[in-house]
């Protein structure tokens, strides 16, 4: 008997479309695909080719206008706003090339504050550890003036596991670095994220991010809406 793990990512038809949509074209066209738990993909292509706008409908952030985007099991097309903000804040973490942080807060507080939203139980000696895991045990107390771009990025990547989320969606996450960081803050957002049991999907157009992964996605080949659209001109 073969046992079928379910897929942490499985999207099927998708196609999205921006403003009035019989004057716009679709932006993504995704007929299939796919992630398995504690999978790392980074998805490559080149600016405009839709890739922010392919992780927003991953986050639920954004809805197409048809097709299935199943994440955890649930059809986020199938969940209201309220429903799906639920679902994002404690199923999906998420990093950003300008990190968020809250300037007034210390970078404890910052993953403090993104455990919060997940409304669960704050796991205090779980976030310290992650914290100590990204290289800024003492830094602790420290706000994100006094810290450096890379050790920025380090918060931000304690704060998306901090809720304990099944997948993390990170954004062009290493834009504001130098290529030595990159490289160093790729690797430890691959490594604690397979400590954590987590999945992870990277979007991004610098080769160093793309080639420190095992499973890179071409864009153009997964998005066929761009393919088309750069086919005609
Ligand atoms: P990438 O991340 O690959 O650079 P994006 O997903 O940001 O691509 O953008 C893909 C295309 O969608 C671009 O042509 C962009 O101008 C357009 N676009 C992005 N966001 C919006 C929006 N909110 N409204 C209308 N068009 C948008």
């Given amino acids: 008997m073969t046992?079928?793990?379910p897929m942490i990512v499985e999207?099927?038809?998708?196609?999205?479309?921006?403003?009035?949509?019989?004057?716009?074209?679709?932006?993504?066209s995704v007929p299939r695909w796919e992630l398995q738990p504690n999978e790392q993909v980074a998805v490559s292509g080149p600016s405009g080719s839709g890739k922010s706008t392919f992780l927003n409908v991953l986050a639920g952030l954004l809805i197409p206008q048809s097709g299935q985007v199943s994440v955890c099991g649930q059809d986020l097309t199938r969940l209201g706003e309220a429903q799906r903000d639920r679902f994002r804040a404690r199923h999906i973490g998420?990093?950003?090339q300008t990190f968020n942080l809250l300037q007034g807060y210390s970078a404890l507080e910052n993953v403090l504050l993104g455990a919060t939203f997940s409304h669960q139980a704050v796991d205090h000696p779980h976030i310290r550890a992650l914290l100590e895991r990204v290289g800024l045990g003492?830094?602790?107390?420290?706000?994100?003036?006094?810290?450096?771009i890379g050790e920025q990025q380090r918060v931000a990547i304690a704060?998306?596991?901090?809720?304990?989320p099944e997948i993390i969606l990170a954004d062009e996450p290493t834009g504001s670095l130098d290529p030595g960081h990159t490289r160093e803050i790729v690797q430890l957002l691959r490594d604690v994220c397979r400590d954590e049991r987590c999945s992870l999907?990277?979007?991004?157009?610098?080769p160093t991010v793309v080639g420190a992964f095992?499973?890179?996605?071409?864009?153009?080949?997964?998005?066929?809406?761009?393919?088309s659209q750069g086919a005609t001109g």
């Fill in 3 to 5: 046992l079928t793990v």
């Fill in 11 to 28: 999207i099927n038809d998708l196609v999205l479309q921006y403003g009035n949509v019989s004057e716009s074209l679709p932006i993504l």
């Fill in 94 to 96: 998420y990093i950003f």
């Fill in 138 to 148: 003492h830094r602790l107390h420290h706000r994100p003036a006094h810290l450096s």
């Fill in 159 to 164: 704060r998306a596991l901090a809720k304990r």
């Fill in 201 to 206: 999907v990277v979007v991004s157009h610098e």
């Fill in 214 to 227: 095992e499973r890179r996605d071409a864009f153009l080949t997964v998005n066929r809406a761009f393919a």
